[in-house]
């Protein structure tokens, strides 16, 4: 009689142990998006939940979304920073000249 009782409570414990394992795994891309502070960090969670009723068919895309997003970069594995040299095309040289010009022109108009 105890080794059923015993049985029992060794059941019990392992499905609560798989049933919270499951969850635990299925935030793992919530919790990689909040330590990058990805813009999309609850909508990445909220699909996680979704991914447990869809039989964790879009749990693997959550994973490479949620691991995209470098706060550093942006999106992707390119630099994105705008280097802050002077252009070396002619021709917006010639454009950031005639926008300067402006500016100071209308300056000069709001004075008078």
């Known amino acids: 009689m105890f080794l059923n009782y015993f049985a029992l409570g060794v ?18 891309p919530y919790l990689i998006a909040k330590k990058r502070n990805h813009p999309h960090a ?21 994973w490479i979304w949620a691991t995209l997003y470098q706060p550093e970069r942006g999106w992707g ?6 280097s802050q040299e002077k ?8 454009l950031s000249d005639r926008i300067s ?9 709001e004075k008078d």
């Not at 594995?77 to 705008?82: E, L, N, T």
């Not at 252009?87 to 010639?94: K, L, Q, S, V």
């Open 77 to 82: 594995m390119q630099s994105h920073v705008a």
């Open 11 to 28: 059941l019990i414990f392992v499905f609560l142990v798989i049933f919270y394992g499951i969850i635990a795994i299925h935030d793992i």
């Open 42 to 62: 609850d909508a990445i969670h909220t699909a996680g939940w979704v991914s447990l009723f869809t039989l964790h068919v879009i749990w693997p895309f959550l």
């Open 87 to 94: 252009a070396t095309d002619p021709e917006i040289a010639a």
């Open 101 to 109: 010009r402006l500016e100071q022109s209308t300056r000069r108009r």
